[in-house]
C-alpha cells in the first residue's frame, strides 16, 4: 500500500511539473484564436515592420505552409528581426489549423 502511495505521488509531482514548464495559452476545441509572445517585454522597440508566415493544416492529415522567422522578414522586408510574434487559430480542434509566426524589425 505504501509503495502504491509513494508511485502515485511522484507520479503527480511529475504531472504537475512537467504543466508548469510550458508556455501555453488556454486552448479552445471548438474554436482557438490566439496571439503570443513571450520573449520581449512590451516596451522594446520592436521596429516599424511587420511580415508573417504560417503553416496551415486540414483534419490534421494534409499540413502545409512554411512557419520560419526568415520567412516571416521575408514577407515584411525586414532586414533585422527584433522580435517574433506567433498566432495560431483552430477550428474543431483538428478540422483546420493554422500557425503563424510574425517577424516584427527593420
Given at each position: 500500500?505504501?509503495?502504491?502511495?509513494?508511485?502515485?505521488?511522484?507520479?503527480?509531482?511529475?504531472?504537475?511539473?512537467?504543466?508548469?514548464?510550458?508556455?501555453?495559452?488556454?486552448?479552445?476545441?471548438?474554436?482557438?484564436?490566439?496571439?503570443?509572445n513571450?520573449?520581449?517585454?512590451?516596451?522594446?522597440?520592436?521596429?516599424?515592420?511587420?511580415?508573417?508566415?504560417?503553416?496551415?493544416?486540414?483534419?490534421?492529415?494534409?499540413?502545409?505552409?512554411?512557419?520560419?522567422?526568415?520567412?516571416?522578414?521575408?514577407?515584411g522586408?525586414?532586414?533585422?528581426?527584433?522580435?517574433?510574434?506567433?498566432?495560431?487559430?483552430?477550428?474543431?480542434?483538428?478540422?483546420?489549423?493554422?500557425?503563424?509566426?510574425?517577424?516584427?524589425?527593420?
Open positions: 500500500m505504501i509503495r502504491f502511495l509513494a508511485v502515485a505521488l511522484i507520479g503527480a509531482i511529475a504531472l504537475l511539473g512537467t504543466a508548469c514548464g510550458t508556455y501555453q495559452p488556454p486552448y479552445g476545441y471548438i474554436y482557438h484564436n490566439t496571439r503570443m513571450k520573449d520581449v517585454s512590451e516596451a522594446t522597440n520592436i521596429g516599424s515592420r511587420s511580415g508573417a508566415s504560417c503553416v496551415q493544416s486540414y483534419m490534421g492529415m494534409i499540413s502545409f505552409g512554411d512557419a520560419s522567422i526568415k520567412a516571416a522578414a521575408a514577407a522586408g525586414i532586414q533585422t528581426v527584433k522580435a517574433v510574434d506567433y498566432s495560431e487559430l483552430s477550428i474543431f480542434t483538428f478540422f483546420y489549423n493554422r500557425f503563424c509566426t510574425i517577424a516584427h524589425g527593420d
